[in-house]
């Protein structure tokens, strides 16, 4: 792993861009695509939140961890990535603000699909220049699969969102193997440490943002260990 910082590549920076908007269509598309599945689920009896927590984890794996495990093999810089993750972030805001949510993944209480976009891009923008680019996606990866799976498991086990235990061992599950293929070693402890935060959140700080600073700080600190 690299201890130096990289200077930014400008000259990527248009191409990067570019190549941001075949996968910004996939997130679009996703977003508008769990809007039948909820009414599918409210069809089969589930109840709007149920529905809407299913639809906020599917948006979490399809959308955004889909596009992050592709940002290492389509960026070459990470400007492109984070300046579309604070785009999507920011017109999710202004919705909010404008009081005309996405009824079926957006709730009135938090903003929580917010602090999902902007943990994503901060997270790539700080490790990128410091760990290159496969290490760099590992916050966002845990963000987007590690979370998911334990909104799914708990959601199937108690119909509401809630901690618990079950749902950070999912998590760990699917999480350290792809901190493994990422980072080695020291992604499997980013792994561990991130399935272990996950269960805590200080409104209006969630466990996006903690799984995503925890995370970081642990491969930060791992050249030095």
């Known amino acids: 792993m690299a201890a130096s910082i990289h200077p930014i590549d400008w000259d990527a ?6 190549a941001s908007i075949p996968l910004a269509g996939l997130v679009v598309l996703v977003l508008y695509a769990t809007r039948p599945l909820y009414h599918y689920m409210r069809a089969r009896g589930l109840s709007h939140r149920a529905a809407v927590y299913y639809n906020r984890k599917v948006i979490h794996a399809a959308a955004g ?3 992050t495990l592709l940002v290492p093999y389509v960026y070459r810089e990470p400007l492109a990535p984070a300046a579309m993750a604070f785009l999507l972030g920011g017109i999710l805001a202004l919705q909010r603000r404008r009081g005309r949510l996405m009824y079926w993944f957006q709730v009135p209480e938090n903003s929580y699909e917010v602090n999902f ?3 994503w891009g901060a997270s790539l923008l700080v490790l990128w220049p410091l760990l290159g680019p ?4 590992l916050p966002a990866i845990f963000i987007a699969f590690g979370d998911a799976v334990t909104g799914i498991v708990r959601n199937t086990l108690f119909s509401r969102r809630v901690k618990h235990w079950a749902g950070n061992l999912a998590m760990l599950a699917v999480t350290a193997p792809l901190g493994y293929a990422y980072g080695g070693l020291p ?3 980013a792994a561990l440490t991130a399935s272990v935060v996950e269960r805590y959140e200080f409104p209006p700080i969630d466990d996006n943002i903690l799984i995503a600073l925890a995370s ?3 491969l930060l600190a791992a050249p030095l260990i």
């Open 187 to 189: 992604g499997v402890l």
């Open 216 to 218: 970081l700080l642990v």
């Open 134 to 137: 496969r290490l760099a996606v």
């Open 13 to 18: 920076v248009p191409r990067d861009l570019a």
């Open 65 to 67: 961890g889909v596009v």
């Open 117 to 119: 976009t902007l943990a």
